[in-house]
C-alpha cells in the first residue's frame, strides 16, 4: 500500500477539520443528514473535547459526517478515500451508499470511491465502533451494567476513540503504481537496491537519487537491482535517505528508502555490522485534549525531546503509529520497535486467555491479518527495525504456544526483520519466547512487587535476566521498567510518588544490568504521563512518564539524559 501523495499525476485533498458528530445506535444507517449533532476536529479523540461525560465515555457507536465536493475535471482517475486510522471499527458511506469497512483501529482504511454515486454536493459519513471483543485488537470485553454497555479492558491506556488519523481524498492514474518493495544488502562499498513494482502500467523508468537529487543509479525494469557505488549508510543520529522515482506512461511515485543492515548476531544486535545499544522509551501517542489525535507539531517536539535526552529508539507500544512518526523517525536516525496492538492478552488472575471462546483461532487470524497490514504499510521505512508481536500475553499458558507459532510463522514470510516478543511471565514458566529472535522484558521490582524497596532491583534483576537467558539464549531488551511519579512532587529522603524517588529507581535499573553482555537495550516506561482508565493506582492517568503528559522534563530526565550521553 502507497501512502497517498500529490504529485504531477496524482490529487490529494485533505478532509481535516471540522465535522458534524453524533452518538447513535446499533441500527443506525446514514440515510439522511445528521441532524442532532454538534462539532467534533478530525483528527482527534472526541473523549476530551467534549464537557459531556456521556459522550466522553460513551462505548458504542457514533458517526461522523461531512460534506465534500469533487472538481469537474477529474475524470479517467480512480478516486479513494483513506483514514490514516480511526478506533475501532470504521464503516464509510458516501451519500448514504455503504463503500467498505476496516477493523483494527491503528492502522489505516483505504477504499475505493465508486465514481456513480457523487453528486455535485456529496455527504461523507464514517460510523465508528469502539467496542473490543476477542475479536479485534487489543481484545476486550463488553459487559452490561445497569442496561449500559461497559467495555472491560485489561490494558493500561484509555480507549480513547474518534478519528485519529488524516481523512484524505485522492487520485490515482489509469494503471496505477500499486506498490513498491525496496529490501538493501551492504557489500563491502557497493549496496544492492532490490525492488519490485506493482503495476499493470508500463515502466518508462526507475531511478534512485541521493539526498541532493543526484541520479546515482536507473533501470526500467518492473523488478530489478539497481547498484550504489559508495552508499551513504542510514544510521543513528544521520537518517540518509535516497529516493526510488519510478515513472510510468501514466503514473510517477516517489518512494524514500535507506540503506542500513539490521542483524542480530551472537546476542547482540547489529546496525551495519556494529554493535548497537537501545536507549529510548516505549512510548504512547497521547496528548492533552487531542488525545490519540495525530498533530505534527506534536510528533516533532516528541522526537526532538528524544533527541535531547540522547535516546536513539523507541517501541511504538502498543499499537502501530501514525506514518509520520516513521518518517520523522527516517529523517532523524531514529530506531522503532513496532508493536502491533496484541495487548491486553492476560487478565491479571488465573482466568485462561488462550481457550476457545476467548483469545482462539478467530482472535489469531486478527492478529496475522494486522501483522499483513502492518508490514504492508511500514515494510520500507528504515527506522523500523524490529516488529514487537505481542506485549505481556499470558505465555505460560498451554495454548500460547500454538496460537504464536502461528503468528511467528505468519510474520516470517512478510519480513526478514527481527521478531521480539514483550514477557511479563518468568523464565521456568514461559512456553513461547523460543519463537522470537529478541525478548523483551518489562520489569516493575520495587513498584508493583516489594513497592519502594528499590534494594531488592539489583538481585531480582539479575536472577531474573539470567535465568531467561540461559533458558532461552536469546538477547534481551529491558522493555518497560518505571515509577509513577507526580511531576512537582519532591521528598528527601526520597518517598514513591516523588521525582527523588524516579531518579533513584531507574539508576538501580539501569545500574542492574550495565554488565549483562545479552541486554542490548533499555527502554523506560514511559516517555510522557498518559491517560488510562480511571482506577485506585491511577492517578488521573499513568504518571510514570520521564516527561510529563505536556511534555515538561521531571527530574530523572536530566538523569538520563546524562546517563545515555556517552552510552
Ligand atoms: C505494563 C504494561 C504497560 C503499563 C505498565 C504500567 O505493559 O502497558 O502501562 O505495565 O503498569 O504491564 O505502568
Redesign the pocket.
Known amino acids: 500500500m502507497l501512502y497517498p501523495v500529490q504529485n504531477q499525476k496524482r490529487l490529494k485533498m485533505s478532509l481535516n477539520g471540522i465535522w458534524n458528530f453524533s452518538i447513535v445506535d446499533e441500527y443506525y444507517e446514514p440515510k439522511f443528514v445528521l441532524d442532532d449533532f454538534i462539532l467534533m476536529a478530525v483528527p482527534s479523540s472526541y473523549n476530551d473535547l467534549v464537557v459531556d461525560k456521556k459522550i466522553a465515555n460513551h462505548v458504542g457507536l457514533v458517526c461522523y459526517e461531512k460534506t465534500f465536493q469533487i472538481p469537474k475535471w477529474i475524470h479517467e482517475e480512480e478516486l479513494r478515500i483513506r483514514i490514516g486510522a480511526a478506533t475501532h471499527q470504521a464503516t464509510v458511506y458516501i451519500n448514504g451508499v455503504l463503500i467498505g469497512s476496516h477493523q483494527g483501529g491503528f492502522l489505516p482504511i483505504d477504499l475505493l470511491i465508486p465514481k456513480d454515486i457523487l453528486d455535485d454536493k456529496n455527504r461523507l459519513s464514517i460510523v465508528l465502533d469502539n467496542r473490543l471483543t476477542y475479536e479485534t485488537l487489543p481484545i476486550g470485553q463488553i459487559d452490561m451494567k445497569n442496561g449500559v454497555e461497559k467495555q472491560i479492558i485489561h ?3 484509555a480507549n480513547l476513540s474518534g478519528i485519529h488519523r488524516d481523512v484524505i481524498i485522492y487520485t490515482r492514474p489509469v494503471n496505477p503504481i500499486e506498490d513498491i518493495f525496496i529490501t538493501t544488502k551492504v557489500d563491502e562499498d557497493k549496496a544492492y537496491v532490490s525492488y519490485q513494482i506493482i503495476c499493470d502500467g508500463e515502466i518508462k523508468l526507475v531511478s534512485v537519487k541521493d539526498k541532493n537529487g543526484l541520479v546515482v543509479g536507473f533501470s526500467s525494469d518492473q523488478d530489478g537491482m539497481i547498484t550504489i557505488h559508495k552508499p551513504h549508510l542510514w544510521d543513528i543520529g544521520n537518517g540518509y535517505l535516497y529516493t526510488l522515482e519510478v515513472s510510468t506512461i501514466t503514473d510517477c511515485y516517489e518512494e524514500k528508502f535507506g540503506i542500513r543492515e539490521i542483524e542480530i548476531k551472537n546476542d547482540q544486535l547489529l546496525l551495519n555490522k556494529k554493535k548497537i545499544y537501545l536507549k529510548g522509551f ?1 512510548m504512547h501517542e497521547d496528548h492533552l485534549i487531542i488525545g490519540k489525535g495525530a498533530n505534527s507539531a506534536h510528533h516533532l517536539k516528541d522526537m526532538n525531546l528524544l533527541n535531547w535526552i540522547h535516546a536513539n529508539s523507541l517501541r511504538t ?2 499499537y502501530p503509529y501514525a506514518e509520520e512518526i516513521y518518517d520523522l523517525a527516517d529523517q532523524l536516525g531514529i530506531l522503532i520497535i513496532n508493536e502491533i496492538p496484541a ?1 491486553g492478552l492476560n487478565f491479571w488472575s488465573d482466568v485462561k486467555v488462550f481457550t476457545p471462546g476467548r483469545v482462539d483461532e478467530k482472535t489469531k487470524q486478527v492478529h496475522m491479518d494486522q501483522l499483513t497490514e502492518l508490514v504492508s504499510r511500514d515494510k520500507n521505512h528504515p527506522s523500523v527495525i524490529m516488529y514487537s508481536l505481542a ?2 500475553a499470558n505465555t505460560h499458558e498451554d495454548g500460547a504456544y500454538a496460537y504464536f507459532k502461528d503468528i511467528f510463522a505468519h510474520m516470517r514470510t512478510l519480513t526478514n526483520l527481527p521478531l521480539m516478543i ?1 514477557e ?1 511471565v518468568h523464565a521456568e514458566i514461559n512456553q513461547v519466547a523460543s519463537l522470537a529472535d529478541v525478548i523483551g522484558l ?1 520489569r ?1 521490582f520495587a513498584w ?1 512487587s516489594e513497592f519502594g524497596e528499590l534494594e531488592v532491583i539489583e538481585d531480582r534483576i539479575r536472577k531474573d535476566f539470567d535465568s531467561y537467558y540461559k533458558k532461552f539464549k536469546k538477547p534481551i531488551i529491558l522493555t ?1 521498567f ?1 515509577a ?1 511519579t507526580i511531576a512537582g512532587l519532591h521528598a528527601l529522603p526520597s518517598v514513591p510518588f516523588s521525582e527523588e524517588f524516579q531518579v533513584e529507581f531507574l539508576a538501580q535499573y539501569v545500574k542492574s544490568i550495565q554488565d549483562l553482555d545479552y541486554v542490548i537495550g533499555e527502554h523506560v ?2 516517555f510522557a504521563d ?1 491517560m ?1 482508565k480511571q482506577g485506585l493506582t491511577r492517578f488521573n492517568g ?1 504518571k ?1 512518564g520521564v516527561f510529563s503528559r505536556d511534555r515538561q522534563p521531571k527530574m530523572v530526565a536530566h538523569f538520563l539524559k546524562e546517563h545515555w550521553k556517552n552510552k
Open positions: 490494558y493500561d491506556f516505549g507500544s502498543h495487548v506485549n505481556e514483550v511479563w518489562n516493575y508493583y518497560e518505571g509513577d516506561w514511559n498518559f488510562t499513568n510514570k
